[in-house]
């Protein structure tokens, strides 16, 4: 069974830092689109960061760029998303998502979905 699995959320003060895991489950990344969302309450659901898995190439929203890094590790099986110089903005819940790489570091659409792991930050 394929699964995605987030972990690493919590609450932090403004400022400080988490690292968010997305680890995967009946499948290893070896050529995938991964991409981080969060949903905020009462906002759309915004991507803040993709990777091509098989070289590494991430893009990052305007929102996050600077502070938020992406990174795959652990043999293609764990997708990392290390967020720095938090900021209350940050609050919501974040999501990974993978889909089979065709051509976009960003997939316009994605297959697997983790259930999301909370970020609250603190002002």
């Known amino acids: 069974e394929v699964q995605l699995v987030e972990s690493g959320g919590g609450l932090v003060q403004a400022g400080g830092s988490l690292r968010l895991s997305c680890a995967a489950s009946?499948?290893?990344?070896?050529?995938?689109?991964i991409g981080w969302f969060r949903q905020a309450p009462g906002k759309e659901r915004e991507e803040v960061s993709c990777?091509?898995?098989?070289?590494?190439?991430?893009n990052y929203a305007d929102s996050v760029k600077g502070r938020f890094t992406m990174s795959n590790e652990n043999a293609n099986t764990t997708v990392y998303l290390q967020m720095n110089n938090l900021k209350p903005e940050d609050t919501a819940v974040y999501y990974c998502a993978a889909d089979p790489y065709d051509g976009m570091t960003c997939a316009s659409r994605y297959a697997y979905w983790g259930l999301g792991t909370q970020v609250t930050v603190s002002s």
């Open positions: 009946g499948f290893t990344f070896d050529d995938f689109a």
């Open positions: 990777m091509r898995s098989a070289d590494g190439t991430t």
